[in-house]
């Protein structure tokens, strides 16, 4: 772990120096369109990007990032959908460096979880007004995440939408392509354990979010990437109708507007056991399996944010 600046001189330095470097997947759902969009909107709010970088295929973006990084900007700005942006947070994570994020995905849930714009030029503008602040970290076994660690139907959609329905559909495609794995998809029981006391549930779908964000939608009103809390849920019970009910039905009216008021279990740590053991979707890459354990690590990735942020 490097040595880290004050919030305040890193935002400043920023601010002074614009040292920054430009990231872009360009195979993501807007990222090949709009590269030199943001490369003009970046220039225009005074940023000279040390170097800047077109990734056309994905499998090169954790060595990209970490020849970016060894540029020493202190601002990396990535450009992509969640999936791109998590494999940023490992790199960056623990680093004297922020992320400045470009919502170029389908969903965006990491970028809304921040309050950021996702109007393009918009979303830039923060790097010039807006501040560093330090956010938590997910921590699902060893591997960092930003957004949410999922267990049940949502494994299999993230293996099976078709990107080109992602690009046509956008963020309905994730709900659209779970239709069609439901009727055959078998409940499974889950057990988390938080500060001594376990929880038992039988259900399709188990999430376990860092960020505010799933699918596009809030979760509840009053969570935060930033409160040093996990907040676990799960989408109906085992049986598939209410699933599907309770799902389009907290996605159109945002019924859980407090965690008070929903089925959540929140704390710090979490260990999840399923009967049978199964695959976990941390970010969209399908990894480990449980048993997990799944953490947050408090203050553990540097962000560019707009000034509104409540930074604690």
């Known amino acids: 772990m490097s040595e880290l600046r004050s919030k305040a001189e890193h935002t400043k330095a920023i601010r002074d120096l ?20 943001a490369l003009s909107l970046l220039q225009a709010e005074g940023f000279q990007p040390l170097r800047t970088y077109a990734v056309m295929e994905p499998s090169r973006l954790p060595k990209i990032l970490e020849e970016a990084l060894d540029l020493q ?14 494999e940023a947070v490992k790199h960056v994570a ?4 922020a992320l400045g994020v470009l919502p170029l995905g389908t969903t ?13 030029a918009l979303a830039i503008k923060v790097f010039s007004r807006g501040k560093v602040v330090d956010i938590d970290l997910g ?3 060893d591997h960092p995440f930003a957004n949410l660690t999922s267990f049940g139907v949502s494994v299999e959609v993230a293996g099976t939408v078709k990107p080109w329905v992602k690009r046509v559909l956008g963020r309905a495609a994730y709900p659209l392509t779970a239709l069609t794995i439901l009727p055959r998809h078998q409940p499974f029981r889950a057990y988390i354990t938080v500060e001594g006391r376990r929880h038992e549930l039988l259900t399709h779908q188990l999430n376990i979010a860092n960020g505010r964000y799933h699918g596009g939608w809030q979760i509840a009103k009053d969570i935060s990437i930033d409160n040093r809390r996990l907040v676990a849920y799960q989408l109906g019970s085992g049986k598939r109708l209410r699933l599907l009910v309770e799902t389009l039905v907290r996605a159109t009216s945002g019924r859980w507007s407090s965690l008070a ?12 056991e399923t009967e049978p053991p199964m695959p976990a979707d941390i970010d969209g890459e399908v990894v480990l399996r449980t048993p997990l354990t799944i953490r947050t690590i408090p203050n553990g990735l540097r962000v560019m944010v707009p000034p509104a942020f409540i930074d604690t």
């Open 18 to 37: 614009r040292r920054a470097v430009l990231v872009i997947n360009t195979r993501s759902r807007r990222g090949r369109k709009r590269y030199f969009e």
């Open 73 to 86: 900007p202190d601002l990396l700005v990535v450009g992509g959908g969640d999936g791109t942006l998590s």
């Open 94 to 97: 623990h680093r004297d460096v």
């Open 108 to 120: 965006n849930n990491f970028a809304r979880s921040l309050g950021l714009p996702l109007d393009l």
């Open 139 to 141: 921590m699902a076994g």
């Open 261 to 272: 008021g929903g089925p959540f279990v929140t704390g710090r740590e979490m260990l999840v």
